[in-house]
């Protein structure tokens, strides 16, 4: 009997081992499942509720001119990342901090600003740098003729709408991201001689495998998506650069970005690719029709400037002397009242972290998960244009006077 019992005892010690190892795979396994299942349960209801607030924005419609617009004098509440924000319009269609009628004219020097989501504001109004820019130069009228993927070719046909309307503009202040040549290359088709425009024929997404995965937990679980989140924090934080957690790809090297630094895709269609233009042509796109706008704003006496700002792909892999700042300080040579340059001191940002986090500075001023500047950030961009316009502070433009000959022409 005891012979018995010692064999049986040493077959469960020999098998003890691979049990063990067993047990805690399964146990491991079995853990995970039960944690994803209850993210889910508990997420589900959450998100249910949140999609049901996030309906589809009913501001934003359909434009002939300018392929997508606001409407005027409207309201809602805007979801972007983890946060949401009221949006106002006014009068024009423009994002404001409230709704209001725009005057013709205003005693204040108007200046009109245009660009892309960047100034358009992808937060509350206070957060982004044209509300911080509206509300410590309260001697000026701002006006916000942004909005997302605008490029060269809509910023012209906004000017345009604004002057046929007879609202008086002292000074506009084109903020020119990286974005617009890809825009200018594929997303953005000139119609006809009017400046309409329409968007691309065929489209392409080349969204990875762990994007979609992301995008996934995003969606579905929302305490698995926080824990991923940190982890990426934490690396980011420590310098490996890859955070593929939208459609555009990793944000440290976006495709319609990186012409400043690197090929590209000049074969598939937006927003994959360059397609059908290709990225040379696009930057002649859009010089030209940088170009026509000043040609407009010469003729009623209306002064441009110019603001180049850095993504953070460009952070990562470009220079403080991109290419896009070069090729926008010599597009500005006897056409710009000023010319501003965001580069130097993002870089500056960059390099006063500390070596062992030298990403801080994509936690610090940019939105976690995107390309666009957080409260921080703007706040950076607004000191430096607040600065310039405090330098070389904007004026009224006279009313243009009938010219002699259509003068003595009149007179009977």
Not at 28 to 47: E, G, K, N, Q, Y
Not at 236 to 248: E, I, K, P, S
């Amino acid at each position: 009997m005891h012979a018995s019992e010692a064999r049986s005892d040493s077959q469960r010690a020999g098998l003890r081992p691979g049990t063990k190892l067993a047990l805690l795979l399964l146990s491991i396994v079995f853990s995970i499942a039960a944690f994803l299942a209850l993210d889910w349960m508990v997420s589900r209801p959450i998100l249910r509720r949140a999609k049901a607030a996030a309906k589809q924005n009913p501001c934003r419609v359909p434009d002939p001119l300018r392929h997508h617009a606001m409407k005027p004098n409207c309201f809602f509440v805007e979801h972007w990342g983890h946060a949401s924000y009221d949006y106002f319009t006014n009068s024009l269609g423009f994002r404001d901090e409230k709704i209001r009628e725009v005057p013709l004219t205003d005693p204040r020097p108007r200046i009109l600003f245009l660009g892309d989501s960047f100034t358009e504001g992808e937060s509350s109004w206070q957060d982004g740098y044209v509300g911080m820019i509206a509300a410590r130069l309260p001697q000026y009228d701002f006006l916000n003729g942004a909005g997302p993927s605008y490029s060269p070719s809509i910023h012209l046909n906004v000017v345009r709408m604004v002057l046929a309307k007879g609202v008086a503009i002292d000074e506009v202040i084109v903020f020119i991201g990286t974005f617009d040549v890809f825009n200018e290359a594929g997303l953005y088709r000139d119609i006809d001689s009017s400046g309409a425009v329409a968007g691309p024929q065929r489209q392409q997404w080349n969204i990875s495998r762990y994007a979609r995965l992301r995008f996934a937990i995003a969606r579905n679980l929302l305490l698995t998506n926080r824990l991923v989140e940190f982890v990426e924090r934490f690396l980011v934080r420590h310098g490996v650069y890859h955070l593929a957690t939208d459609q555009w790809g990793d944000e440290f090297d976006l495709e319609p970005v990186a012409w400043t630094y690197r090929k590209v895709d000049e074969t598939d269609p937006h927003p994959a690719g360059y397609a059908p233009l290709g990225s040379e042509a696009g930057i002649t796109k859009e010089k030209a029709k940088m170009t026509l706008l000043w040609q407009e704003l010469e003729r009623q006496h209306i002064p441009i400037s110019v603001v180049v700002y850095p993504y953070p792909s460009q952070l990562v892999h470009d220079s403080v002397e991109s290419r896009q700042v070069k090729m926008w300080r010599e597009w500005c040579q006897g056409k710009c009242k000023r010319f501003i340059t965001l580069f130097p001191e993002f870089f500056a940002i960059k390099d006063s972290c500390p070596k062992l986090e030298p990403g801080c500075w994509y936690l610090s001023h940019f939105i976690f998960g995107d390309m666009h500047y957080d409260a921080v950030g703007n706040a950076l961009v607004a000191d430096i244009v607040i600065n310039s316009l405090k330098g070389m502070p904007p004026v009224k433009v006279l009313p243009m006077l009938p010219s002699k000959a259509g003068a003595a022409s009149s007179e009977p």
